[in-house]
């Protein structure tokens, strides 16, 4: 019996010694180890270390899209990149599980990291497509976005297409004196110029830019570039159909103070629709200042 125990004792010790060792060492770090990663996993099981992107065009459910969509998105923020640049692959399928690929390819990136992918083979017409869009590099891959999803042209029918910036940006207004802040222009006479106000809420969502607002924008961008959109950070995806918030479909904000506008907390607001996403959305000009927090963003168009 003692001989039993004794022997029991050592089993255990070398087990536990064992552990210890395998516990301790570190395997080698492979040549190709990728910034940003780790070895606990994304809770998607993705492996890079970085937030999703958010889809911007085609527009949620827009119908009448192109045989061959540029397909946009806000990019990815690393945790830990290192300075990498970061690849981005686009993938199309009629198949919300995307079990069969119409699309699956490397965009580009640009400075202001918004990604972009054209579809080069035409897809099919009269068909919905859903689509979406992940950061990769090397061998490791971050989370995917959200689901975006449109609708192509039928034969002979009419493209609809979202809005890019109209041209160039007029002059900036300079930076105030140190402490101080410009006052915000009176621009309502620009707004009530874009009354035809249907497409101000595609599909019910709120909280993303839409093609109204990007025209009214544009307009009041070329008088100032200080104009741009509120990134509206009291809002959540839940407050939003489940949609990642980009801008008040509604308002604009304009950046008072010097520096960068992107992210800018320092922003005069307005809100230029009455009854938006309501049954008759009709031109206005509130301004509300102050009254909520908000941030001056491009929504990834400039």
């Known amino acids: 019996m003692l001989y039993r125990m004794q022997w029991k004792a050592i089993v255990m010790v070398c087990a536990v010694a064992a552990a210890a060792c395998e516990g301790g060492m570190r395997a080698p770090m492979s040549p190709s180890a990728v910034p940003g990663t ?3 996993l994304n809770a998607d099981g993705s492996n890079l270390k970085v937030t999703a992107p958010i889809t911007l065009v085609p527009l949620n459910e827009i119908t009448n899209a192109s045989l061959t969509p540029t397909l946009a998105a806000i990019g990815s923020r690393g945790v830990n990149t290192q300075g990498a640049t970061l690849a981005y692959r686009f993938q199309v399928s009629q198949s919300e599980s995307f079990a069969d690929l119409a699309v699956n390819a490397i965009g580009s990136v640009d400075v202001s990291n918004v990604a972009r992918h054209t579809v080069a083979t035409a897809l099919r017409n009269n068909t919905r497509y859903v689509w979406r869009v992940r950061a990769e590099f090397q061998d490791a891959a971050g ?3 959200n689901v975006g999803a449109f609708t192509t042209v039928t034969a002979g029918g009419t493209v609809v297409t979202t809005p890019g910036p109209s041209g160039p940006a007029g002059p900036r207004t300079p930076d105030p004196p140190p402490g101080q802040r410009l006052p915000l222009p009176n ?3 620009i707004v009530q110029q874009f009354s035809d106000t249907r497409d101000s809420c595609p599909r019910g969502i709120q909280y993303v830019n839409n093609p109204w607002q990007d025209r009214v924008i544009d307009a009041l961008r070329q008088t100032d570039s200080r104009w741009g959109y509120n990134g509206k950070p009291t809002r959540t995806a839940a407050q939003n159909g489940g ?4 801008a008040a ?5 304009y950046h008072f103070s010097a520096g960068p506008s992107q992210g800018s907390p320092d922003v005069h607001l307005v809100d230029m629709l009455i009854s938006h996403c309501g049954s008759n959305p009709t031109v ?4 509300f200042t102050g009254e909520e927090p908000g941030f001056w963003t491009g929504a990834g168009r400039f």
């Open 38 to 40: 780790s070895a606990a």
């Open 143 to 145: 989370p995917w976005s």
């Open 187 to 189: 621009m309502f006479h």
């Open 243 to 246: 949609f990642p918030v980009v």
């Open 249 to 253: 479909g509604d308002e604009a904000a």
């Open 284 to 287: 206005g000009w509130r301004v």
